[in-house]
């Protein structure tokens, strides 16, 4: 998120905002869009944009305005009630209370969501079901292997990068994959039904 008062880090974009509206990436000394800043911003990125003429920083201003842009565009966030309750805090005594108040609430949303991520990631990775879903894959690749026809060197067929052509594969040899991949078909199933019978 782009803080007031840090453009002398390295680490902050300068945007300027001229007053034909233009927006000037002085890192990549080039024009941007407030797509381009969605960006930035959904990557992490710091910036600080300042108007070309005063050299004042408008970034809460540029920062709203793409928050308009996205709920304009139907990516809509923000309930109606949400606005509405914000809208007269504005003039009230409690008004300079509501930014610290949001920045937390954000804050902590964002911690418990790398909470969730972590938790459900740990859970899967010790699932029976993620051994199953490797098994999957590999199978989708085993099928996918026995049905595509393979071509050798000579018909034109550029291989793998570090890896010799593989001549063509005689009909025999696809019908023992089949015959394979349904046998492992059957031992998933089996595992799968003993998982269910477990619960």
Do not use: C, W
């Not at 309930?79 to 504005?90: K, Q, T």
């Not at 610290?100 to 790398?114: C, I, V």
């Amino acid at each position: 998120m782009a803080k007031s008062g840090t453009s002398d880090s390295d680490d902050v974009i300068i945007i300027k905002k001229y007053a034909n509206r233009r927006l000037y990436n002085t890192r990549s000394s080039s024009y941007i869009t407030l797509d381009f800043l969605a960006k930035l911003t959904r990557e992490g990125k710091d910036f600080q944009v300042v108007d070309a003429k005063s050299g004042d920083d408008i970034t809460h201003n540029i920062l709203t305005q793409i928050i308009m842009e996205e709920e304009s565009s139907g990516q809509q966030m923000l309930p109606v009630g949400f606005l509405r309750e914000l809208i007269s805090m504005y003039g009230n005594s409690m008004q300079s209370m509501i930014p610290q108040y949001l920045e937390a609430s954000m804050d902590a949303f964002r911690k418990n969501q790398e909470k969730f991520h972590s938790a459900m990631e740990g859970s899967i990775k010790n699932s029976p079901f993620a051994q199953l879903a490797r098994q999957n894959l590999a199978m989708f690749e085993a099928a996918s292997s026995a049905f595509t026809p393979r071509k050798d060197k000579a018909a034109g067929t550029p291989g793998q990068p570090g890896q010799a052509m593989t001549a063509p594969t005689p009909a025999s040899s696809s019908d023992d994959e089949i015959a394979a991949l349904k046998a492992q078909l059957s031992a998933m199933q089996r595992k799968i039904d003993d998982l269910v019978d477990k619960k």
